[in-house]
């Protein structure tokens, strides 16, 4: 495969491999493409005319091995345009995307190979297979007949067109939205435009203002930045602004995602009909834990109420505290926060500028490799000097004694060319099929840049920070034989478990004790003040509640609708709203026009409820640990490393969870800590 015309195609002779950042061009990946597609369908057309019978080895095994050129191209791609991005790869992302899905519907749909696998699939009982071996056999057959294999004539054709278009059409999407969090700044130039931000948000938003080449102080739509400033800012004008443009993202005249939402919407119930299936939410659920739409309402069912009367509760202490500040008590969407923030302040005697300065970046990297340490064995070591795609990003080895075992990437602050948001990613799988590789793993979130200071995070910043290092260690810790059933390659509404459970370490005492330091003075963090933020973790839950419910409970019904053709995503998304009783002051977490999880690509696409389901299985993990007396207590940590943090796809989920928990998990450990049980 090599080409030493384009470092793409080279032997990457680079620092555990990575991608040869400072040589690749956005020029260098249409042809790079074209070499390893052709290389990949060659690998698989051999598969389909192997002279000998087909067997698990020459088959299943041989096919998970396949494509390893095309894997590592892809996705240095893929990580490029989601972390740092240009005109240029904008442009080339957009012309790949159809390509890669037709590349992608030729393999998943090739007739030779498929029949080679089928007879495989069909012999599954009478085969001498070990539990992974079954698994990858199983999941194999599953992944191409739910990508159309099973499909003949105009149908198939049909089929792969559509995703073609899909492909298109989530790109577009995604690019759209991240224009308009990039373009969008709200500047403030005067002393009464900052009226009420601590100073870590000024030197914030002055960080992003000089990123940004102005003068002054600027507030975009980096989460990490808006969300403050809704929590801070006592100019109520500004808040309004900021709030409608954070809001409004995917909606703007030039860069109207609505019709790109419904066509998506319209192909989709069009792919599950093709596959039998009366609508996409049925058709996207058979693939994962909750099985059928009717699972996910009756765990719903448990929520919603409770969390509008919470909500209710909310509001209505809102308003007297607006009262008592002299400010109008008809509470807007804009106000929430800026209140919410009053009235916790003065129930706990909790205020996030007293807190913030105890949680800088550098002291909870620190926090989340010491419980890894603790829990699993394993030290990160960083390594500098190494060429990285930008010079935020930092490196550490993950090594067990003296094995090194994976490689962890820190990307955690907002730039313009980055999308929004938090997530995990791999530069490379972990598998021990043709060869061992160790994961190359890498964290993205979008913290504001702390100025001249150390960078300090909210405390909802630091779950973020440990959420996104649970899918991490997710990557890290996997160890399986297959690379198809490595790390995160498990059903969305299993894959937020390892993510949403070690946020819990975040709140542990021992640890913020050890780790939480305050940034000037150097001062642990005071007991009672642990103690203040252990208790406020139910405060606002009916507002967090009804704001992620309502959003997974629109992505649902949308799924389910007999007729998208006759959707209007705006009125759709009005109606379903009036519908369930959001309240308007608080709405929805993800408005239809920017809801990338839905519309951005597939993984979640009727599928938003998976964080709350994973919650419930994280809810009674966690309840585990405090039953014992011990967050780091080993026999417990061991199982977990093994049933959930290594085990991948290796197992099905269910029997993951309960050979760790040893029983099946009930919800009302989620409803408790949600503050929607009574203890």
């Known amino acids: ?28 990946f249409a042809p790079a493409f074209a070499v390893v597609f052709a290389a990949h369908l060659a690998e698989i057309d051999a598969l389909a005319t192997h002279p000998a019978a087909p067997t698990f080895d020459n088959t299943a095994v041989a096919f998970d091995a396949a494509g390893a050129g095309l894997n590592r191209v892809r996705l240095a791609f893929e990580n490029l345009c989601s972390s740092e991005s240009s005109p240029a790869l904008q442009a080339v992302e957009r012309d790949m995307a159809p390509l890669l899905a037709a590349h992608d519907s030729q393999v998943s749909m090739h007739a030779g190979f498929f029949a080679r696998l089928n007879a495989v699939h069909q012999q599954a009982a009478t085969l001498e ?26 149908a198939r054709e049909r089929f792969a067109a559509i995703a073609e278009r899909l492909a298109e059409l989530y790109t577009h999407f995604a690019q759209n939205v991240l224009a308009d969090e990039s373009s969008y700044q709200l500047p ?19 960080s992003a203002a000089q990123e940004r080449g102005v003068e002054g102080y600027v507030i975009t739509l980096s989460r990490s930045l808006v969300q403050p400033f809704l929590t801070w800012s006592t100019r109520r004008d500004l808040r309004e602004a900021a709030w409608r443009a954070w809001t409004g993202r995917g909606e703007t005249p030039e860069r109207d995602n609505r019709p790109l939402a419904r066509e998506i919407l319209i192909l989709r119930a069009e792919q599950a009909r093709l596959l039998g299936y009366d609508n996409y939410a049925t058709y996207a659920l058979t693939d994962r834990m909750a099985g059928e739409p009717a699972a996910v309402y009756d765990l719903f069912s448990q929520v919603w109420e409770p969390a509008k009367a919470s909500a209710e509760q909310e509001r209505q202490a809102l308003v007297a505290q607006a009262a008592a500040l002299g400010e109008p008590t008809d509470i807007e969407p804009w106000d929430w926060y800026y209140l919410a923030e009053k009235v916790r302040v003065a129930r706990y005697a909790l205020d996030d500028a007293e807190v913030k300065p105890y949680f800088s970046l550098d002291a909870m990297l620190n926090a989340m490799f010491d419980c890894a340490s603790r829990l699993f064995g394993v030290r990160f070591v960083e390594q500098t000097g190494v060429p990285l795609y930008h010079p935020d990003i930092r490196l550490w080895e993950v090594r067990r004694g003296d094995e090194l075992v994976g490689v962890f990437l820190g990307d955690n602050f907002a730039r313009p060319n980055k999308q929004g948001g938090a997530w995990m990613s791999v530069y490379r799988t972990q598998t021990r099929n043709g060869g061992k590789a160790i994961p190359l793993v890498v964290n993205n979130n979008n913290f504001a840049r702390g100025g001249n200071g150390p960078t300090l995070l909210s405390f909802d910043d630091v779950r973020t920070l440990f959420h996104e290092f649970g899918h991490g260690l997710h990557g890290l810790l996997s160890d399986v034989t297959y690379g198809r059933l490595a790390c995160t390659s498990v059903p969305r509404d299993y894959v937020e478990l390892p993510s949403q459970l070690m946020e819990n370490w975040a709140t542990v005492p021992e640890v913020l004790a050890k780790h939480a330091r305050h940034a000037t003075t150097g001062a642990p963090i005071p007991a009672a003040l642990i103690e203040r933020i252990r208790a406020s973790q139910t405060f606002n839950q009916g507002f967090t509640t009804v704001a992620y419910t309502s959003s997974a409970l629109v992505d649902m019904a949308l799924h389910l609708h007999e007729d998208p053709a006759s959707i209007d995503i705006a009125d759709f998304e009005a109606r379903e709203c009036e519908r369930l009783g959001v309240p308007p002051e608080v709405g929805m977490r993800h408005r239809l026009p920017h809801f990338g999880h839905v519309f951005g690509g597939a993984y979640y696409a009727a599928g938003y409820y998976v964080y709350m389901w994973a919650e419930v299985l994280e809810a009674e993990a966690f309840d585990a640990f405090e039953e014992a007396g011990d967050a780091f207590e080993p026999v417990l940590a061991d199982k977990l490393q093994r049933y959930v943090y290594s085990a991948g796809d290796s197992r099905e989920q269910r029997a993951a969870f309960r050979a760790f928990l040893g029983r099946d998990p009930k919800a009302a450990p989620m409803l408790r800590k949600r503050g929607l049980l009574a203890c």
Do not use: C
């Not at 990575?18 to 061009?25: D, S, T, V, Y």
């Not at 539990?131 to 992944?143: A, G, I, V």
């Not at 403030?188 to 002055?206: C, H, I, M, N």
């Open 1 to 28: 495969m090599t080409d030493h015309s384009n470092p793409l195609l080279q032997d990457w002779q680079t620092p555990y491999q990575l991608p040869p950042f400072a040589q690749i061009k956005p020029e260098h």
């Open 129 to 154: 297979l070990n539990e992974e071996q079954q698994r990858l056999l199983q999941r194999l057959h599953t992944d191409f007949v739910r990508t159309g294999a099973t499909l003949e004539g105009a």
């Open 188 to 206: 403030l130039t005067t002393e009464a435009d900052l009226a009420g931000l601590p100073d870590f948000l000024r030197q914030s938003a002055r």
